[in-house]
C-alpha cells in the first residue's frame, strides 16, 4: 500500500471581537469598490499544495486525478475533510475572520479527531486542485469574477477593500485565490466521495473546512461574507464532471442562503432547503418563494421564528426534510453547514445546541446512506462563537463517525428558554401545505 507523510503548519487562532449585527460593524477608513466588465485570463484549475506542507508520495490517487486518495484508502475511510483557512483573508474584529478554521482544526486535534490519532478511519486531502474560472462561472457571472480578480491589484494597494455593503463583505490582496482554494476543497471532497461510492456501499462523509464562506455570494457578485458559493459551484461540478443529475442541498445557517436559493431557482434537478430565522439577514427566504420557471417546486424555504432550537429542528427535519428528499431522490446531498443557529453565536436569535448539531450531522448521514449511497458533503458556512463553532464541528466529526456525543460537556441548558412551538408548527404546516408533504 502506498503511503504519504503530511507535515501541518501550526495554526494558532486569533480573537474576534464581534459586535451586535452584521450591520454594526463599525467601518473603518477602507476602500469600497465596485465590478466592471473585464478580459481577465482564464487558466485551468491549478494543483494545490498548502503552504508549508511537504507532501511525499507515492502512487498515491485515483486513475483519474493523481492528487486525490486512493480508492482504497478512500473505502477504508468513514469521514474525509479539507482545510482552506484562509488565513490572508482577514480583517480585524470582523466576524468573519481568519480565526474561524484554525479554532476549528485544533479543536480536533485536541478531541484526537485527526488521521494522527485515528489512522485511516479520518482522511485529510492535504493535496488538491484550485477550481478554475470556469468552475466558478458555472455558477456566477463572469463579469464579477473577472472584476474580482483584477481588484486584487487595488486591495494590495489598499491593504482591505469593501466589495459589498450589507454584510459588509471584504476583500484583502489574498482574497480571489483564497476563495479559488475554497471552492476546489469543496470539489476535491465531492470528487473523492463520489470515487468511493463506486467502490464501496458505505463511503466516507466529506466535510470541507474552508472559508471565506459562500452561501450568501448571488451569481452577479459577492454578499454577506460570501465571496464565492461554494456548494453551488460543487453541486454543478458533481453534475458536470460525474454525470450527477440530482443534487439535494440542505441548509441549516441561521441566514438564509440567497445565493444558494437565487443560483438555482429555475433548476428543477437541484433541490435547495434551506432553514433559517425568519426576518433575519437578508430578509429573503420566505415561504412563499418555491422556485420559477420549471425549477418551481425544488426550492423549499423554512423560516423558523425566533428562539426556535432542538425541538424544533427536530421536528422539521422529520416532518419537512426527510420526505422531501425521501420524494426528490436525489445522487448526491451536499449540506451547507452554518453553525451560527447556536445559543451563543452572536449574530441571530435561535437556540440550537451543539447536540441539535450532532443529531442534525446523524440524521442527514443516515438519510444520505438510505437515498443516495452515501454520497454527502458538509461546507463550512457561518459561525462565529469561536467556542460554540468548534465544539459543534467536532461533535458533528464524531456524528459522521457513528460515535457518541460530548456535547453535555459544553452545552448549558441554563442558557436556553422555551421553545415558540405553536409558531414553529404553523411555520411547518404551512410548509408541509404549499409542497404537498
Not at 488565513?87 to 478554521?101: D, Y
Not at 457578485?221 to 461554494?230: A, I, K, Q, R
Not at 451560527?340 to 438519510?367: E, W
Not at 460515535?403 to 421553545?419: G, I, K, M, Q, T
Request: charged content about 20%.
Amino acid at each position: 500500500m502506498s503511503m504519504a507523510l503530511i507535515v501541518r503548519p501550526h495554526f494558532v487562532p486569533g480573537s474576534a471581537e464581534i459586535s451586535g449585527s452584521r450591520r454594526s460593524i463599525r467601518k473603518k477608513n477602507h476602500h469600497w469598490i465596485g465590478f466592471d466588465l473585464g478580459n481577465g485570463l482564464s487558466s485551468g484549475r491549478k494543483h494545490l499544495m498548502k503552504p508549508n506542507t511537504a507532501f511525499i508520495c507515492c502512487s498515491f490517487g485515483t486513475d483519474k486525478d493523481p492528487l486525490l486518495p486512493s480508492i482504497q484508502h478512500l473505502t477504508d475511510a468513514r469521514l474525509i475533510y479539507s482545510v482552506s483557512a484562509a488565513l490572508g483573508h482577514n480583517k480585524k474584529s470582523h466576524p468573519e475572520c481568519s480565526a474561524r478554521v484554525p479554532a476549528i482544526v485544533n479543536a480536533l486535534e485536541k478531541n484526537e479527531l485527526t488521521p494522527k490519532f485515528r489512522g485511516s478511519q479520518i482522511l485529510e486531502l492535504a493535496n488538491f486542485k484550485t477550481a478554475s474560472i470556469e468552475d466558478i462561472a458555472n455558477v456566477h457571472d463572469r463579469a464579477y469574477v473577472f472584476g474580482l480578480e483584477k481588484a486584487m491589484d487595488e486591495a494590495s494597494d489598499s491593504g482591505l477593500i469593501f466589495i459589498e455593503g450589507s454584510g459588509p463583505t471584504y476583500a484583502t490582496s489574498t482574497t480571489f485565490q483564497d476563495s479559488l482554494i475554497a471552492a476546489g476543497a469543496g470539489m476535491a471532497l465531492v470528487d473523492s466521495v463520489i470515487a468511493a461510492s463506486r467502490n464501496s456501499s458505505d463511503p466516507p462523509t466529506g466535510f470541507a473546512l474552508i472559508r471565506p464562506p459562500g452561501h450568501h455570494a448571488v451569481p452577479k457578485g459577492p454578499m454577506g461574507f460570501c465571496v464565492f458559493g461554494n456548494v453551488a459551484i460543487s453541486a454543478r461540478h458533481a453534475q458536470l464532471a460525474h454525470g450527477l443529475k440530482r443534487v439535494f442541498i440542505i441548509d441549516f445557517d441561521v441566514h438564509h442562503g440567497n445565493g444558494t436559493n437565487d443560483a438555482f431557482t429555475e433548476d428543477p434537478d437541484i433541490f435547495f432547503l434551506p432553514t433559517h430565522q425568519d426576518g433575519s439577514y437578508p430578509g429573503t427566504g420566505k415561504v412563499s418563494d418555491i422556485g420559477k420557471g420549471k425549477g418551481e417546486g425544488t426550492t423549499l424555504n423554512l423560516p423558523l421564528p425566533g428562539g426556535s432550537g432542538d425541538i424544533a429542528m427536530r421536528t422539521a427535519f422529520e416532518e419537512i426534510i426527510v420526505p422531501c428528499v425521501q420524494r426528490f431522490k436525489p445522487d448526491l446531498i451536499l449540506v451547507s453547514a452554518g453553525y451560527d443557529a447556536h445559543v451563543l453565536d452572536p449574530l441571530a436569535n435561535l437556540q440550537f445546541t451543539t447536540g441539535t448539531y450532532y443529531s442534525l450531522a446523524k440524521d442527514i448521514k443516515r438519510l444520505a446512506k438510505e437515498v443516495c449511497g452515501g454520497r454527502c458533503v458538509f461546507f463550512l458556512e457561518g459561525g462565529y462563537n469561536l467556542e460554540s463553532l468548534s465544539s459543534s464541528v467536532t461533535d458533528s466529526f464524531r456524528a459522521l463517525l457513528g460515535e457518541e456525543s460530548l456535547a453535555s460537556e459544553f452545552d448549558n441548558p441554563a442558557y436556553l428558554y422555551e421553545e415558540p412551538m405553536r409558531k414553529v408548527r404553523d411555520a411547518i404546516e404551512r410548509a408541509k401545505s404549499i409542497h404537498r408533504l
